[in-house]
T-cell receptor, first 115, second 116 residues
Framework: KAGVTQTPRYLIKTRGQQVTLSCSPI?????VSWYQQTPGQGLQFLFE???????NKGNFPGRFSGRQFSNSRSEMNVSTLELGDSALYLC??????????????FGSGTQLSVL | DQQVKQNSPSLSVQEGRISILNCDYT??????FLWYKKYPAEGPTFLIS?????DKNEDGRFTVFLNKSAKHLSLHIVPSQPGDSAVYFC???????????????FGQGTILTVHP
């Protein structure tokens, strides 16, 4: 069974631009979560989607948004990029992401650099 | 305000010996605890988990211990192997509250180096 796939692996953008990252979950997994990893803040939860609905959200500004498609694939978008948005963005999937399905399977991430 | 702390940024161990990684949390509502392993340029990989109704869980060379009264968990790796060298993250979640969808709160990680 294929793992969680994230594209692209690396991305370089300039301040003020916007970016879209893509995630394909493990087949059969319906919950997709997004995390940001930085050296200073560590791994931080962005949001979670299930059946095309955002069910949970972390403490990030509205410039960070996401969506999920009917095939469970997900995208996240960051608008008006700032230097501090440079990070590794990780996508994780799970069967249902509910209270009894906390075991998340992570992709390799997209390394975003904002210049 | 860090809810999950891994106070040792790094740990160095000889091959064959025991590695003990520690994690402390502050919120008594957390009821499910996980350990992940991460190599550079890769996503975290699930290792082992434990629920709050247990105090120990074993899986091969890996054992997780939970001390609820101290709000402390630890991961024991016995025997340690050079391939275990990676960053180890503890993660916690609150199942009972119904707000845990997809959300794990991670510690800052401990870099484990196992020397041959």
């Amino acid at each position: 069974k294929a793992g969680v796939t994230q594209t692209p692996r690396y991305l370089i953008k300039t301040r003020g631009q916007q970016v879209t990252l893509s995630c394909s979950p493990i087949s059969g997994h319906r919950s997709v979560s997004w995390y940001q990893q930085t050296p200073g803040q560590g791994l931080q939860f962005l949001f979670e989607y299930f059946s095309e609905t955002q069910r949970n959200k972390g403490n990030f500004p509205g410039r960070f948004s996401g969506r999920q498609f009917s095939n469970s694939r997900s995208e996240m978008n960051v608008s008006t990029l700032e230097l501090g948005d440079s990070a590794l963005y990780l996508c994780a999937s799970s069967l249902a992401g509910g209270p009894t399905n906390e075991k998340l399977f992570f992709g390799s991430g997209t390394q975003l650099s904002v210049l | 305000d860090q809810q999950v702390k891994q106070n040792s940024p790094s740990l160095s161990v000889q091959e064959g010996r025991i590695s003990i990684l520690n994690c402390d949390y502050t919120n008594s509502m957390f009821d499910y605890f996980l350990w992940y392993k991460k190599y550079p340029a890769e996503g975290p990989t699930f290792l082992i988990s434990i629920s709050s109704i247990k105090d120990k869980n074993e899986d091969g060379r890996f054992t997780v211990f939970l001390n609820k009264s101290a709000k402390h968990l630890s991961l024991h790796i016995v025997p340690s192997q050079p391939g275990d060298s990676a960053v180890y993250f503890c993660a916690v979640t609150e199942r009972a509250g119904g707000t845990s969808y997809g959300k794990l709160t991670f510690g800052q990680g401990t870099i484990l180096t196992v020397h041959p």
